[in-house]
């Protein structure tokens, strides 16, 4: 199985900030890495695939950049709406998922 | 649009089969480039993928629940449906059907997710 590491496991920002999320697999998976936001009560929303591309429709706010074993999902600028919980997702064997990361407003 | 809806009982005894079905609308799953899946959230904790199936019923599995799962197929209904056996409490959580792509193997349309409690 490849695990996935994800720190923090939460954060608390303010409303304009940056944040950066990691992301860290146990062998190499190349670029084959997906992020998706989950708010309360929902199912998970894909943001990110293959560690960098853009879903149709997501801000541009949120980046993801990594090969290998290590990734980073950008927020540029957090708005209220992005409080969820983030997770990465490898798919180089069968899938496995993140734990995630809880991003709140302080 | 592609739509996706768990529907099954809501809760299953110890030790019995927990059956749901995924009723898949806007697209068809017979037309190929998917894998049609089913991943499921413990209350208050992250995703665990279970397993997912090709329209020509090749079935990938989670290893940790390789013996207890089956998935399959009825593209004449355009569902899919995941069978879980011999469940426990450890099997209580959200069940969500999704989509993912062949290829780029990312989940990218889901159903609202259902919660199955296993007591008794």
């Known amino acids: 199985d490849i695990q996935m590491t994800q720190s923090p496991s939460s954060l608390s920002a303010s409303v304009g900030d940056r944040v950066t999320i990691t992301c860290q697999a146990s062998?190499?998976?190349?670029?084959?890495l997906n992020w998706y936001q989950q708010k309360p009560g929902k199912a998970p929303k894909l943001l990110i695939y293959?560690?960098?591309n853009l879903e149709t429709g997501v801000p541009s706010r949120f980046s993801g950049s990594g090969s290998g074993t290590d990734f980073t999902f950008t927020i540029s600028s957090l708005q209220p709406e992005d409080i969820a919980t983030y997770y990465c997702?490898?798919?180089?064997?069968?899938?496995?998922f993140g734990p995630g990361t809880k991003v709140d407003i302080k | 649009q592609v739509q996706l809806q768990e529907s099954g009982p809501g809760l299953v005894k110890p030790s019995q089969t927990l059956s749901l079905t995924c009723t898949v609308s806007?697209?068809?799953?017979?037309?190929?480039?998917?894998?049609w899946s089913w991943i499921r959230q413990h209350p208050g904790k992250g995703l665990e993928w279970i397993g997912y199936?090709?329209?020509?019923?090749?079935?990938y599995y989670n290893p940790s629940l390789k013996s207890r799962v089956t998935i399959s197929v009825d593209t004449s209904k355009n569902q899919f449906s995941l069978k879980l056996s011999s469940v426990t409490a450890a099997d209580t959580a959200v069940y969500y059907c999704?989509?993912?792509?062949?290829?780029?193997?990312?989940?990218?349309?889901w159903g609202q997710g259902t919660l199955v409690t296993v007591s008794s």
């Open positions: 999704a989509r993912a792509g062949s290829s780029t193997v990312g989940f990218d349309y």
């Open positions: 806007g697209g068809s799953i017979s037309s190929g480039g998917y894998y």
């Open positions: 199936i090709y329209y020509s019923g090749s079935t």
């Open positions: 062998q190499d998976i190349s670029n084959y």
């Open positions: 293959d560690a960098s």
């Open positions: 997702q490898q798919y180089d064997n069968l899938p496995t």
